[in-house]
């Protein structure tokens, strides 16, 4: 599989997959994409002292590092999970100007982000802790209601259709505590009435540049 780095409109990287045609990120900015989708309408509208956060498609590791640096600013305990099946290369991470775009102590915590032995839980900083989990989605057993917010973000249904099939959804639906929320960038009609027919309640919400709409889904209580 053959990677590299390119820059998207907001100044930040991202990494494209020119076999599946598909880039990491939207290439009308990758830092404001995630921003607008997994923090501000994400983890964000939870007013909660603690969180815990699953993220399919841990990736360049750009969530994870946003939502450490929303835990220590805002003093919020974050317990953040990352499943991923395909690590990037080292030398690619290395290339991502991503804390030079956010600035402050970023750098540090991007590096422990990336330095730290994969299937093991570790303290980022004060208020955030990772694990990131090697393996595909399709062998994880999540423990059931034990997430607070579900970060989506594997590659679209265009290119990778697998990762948007109901039996993945429901593992998603699974872990999740009750009025716990699933929040992605997609917002195509067969996904949504997937996520409604295994129990979710669907919400359109405005999408990130380049995107007219995205999804919030709520876990009934």
């Not at 309408?41 to 002292?49: A, C, D, R, V």
């Not at 953040?80 to 804390?99: D, R, T």
């Not at 996904?191 to 999804?215: C, Y």
Request: aromatic fraction near 10%; hydrophobic fraction near 35%; glycine fraction near 8%.
């Amino acid at each position: 599989m053959e990677r590299k780095v390119q820059l998207t409109e907001d100044g930040s990287s991202t990494i494209y997959i020119s076999e599946m045609d598909e880039t990491y990120h939207s290439t009308h900015g990758a830092i404001q994409e995630a921003n607008h989708v997994f923090l501000k309408h994400g983890i964000e509208t939870l007013n909660q002292s603690s969180i815990a956060v699953f993220e399919m498609g841990f990736g360049t590791g750009l969530n994870a590092l946003l939502t450490s640096e929303f835990a220590n600013s805002n003093q919020v305990e974050v317990v953040y999970k990352g499943v991923e099946a395909f690590p990037i290369e080292e030398e690619l991470i290395k290339s991502l100007n991503y804390a030079k775009e956010i600035g402050g102590d970023s750098r540090k915590n991007f590096e422990l982000i990336h330095s730290i032995d994969w299937n093991i839980e570790q303290q980022i900083n004060t208020f955030f802790s990772l694990t990131k989990i090697h393996e595909k989605i399709e062998d994880f057993v999540p423990i059931p209601n034990s997430i607070d917010i579900v970060y989506y973000d594997a590659f679209g249904p265009r290119a990778q259709g697998e990762m948007w099939q109901k039996c993945i959804l429901e593992k998603m639906h699974r872990m999740l505590k009750p009025n716990g929320i699933f929040v992605t960038y997609c917002a195509m009609g067969q996904f949504k009435r997937d996520l409604k027919a295994i129990g979710f309640i669907v919400e359109g919400k405005p999408g990130p540049p380049g995107k007219r709409e995205m999804t919030v889904g709520i876990k009934g209580a």
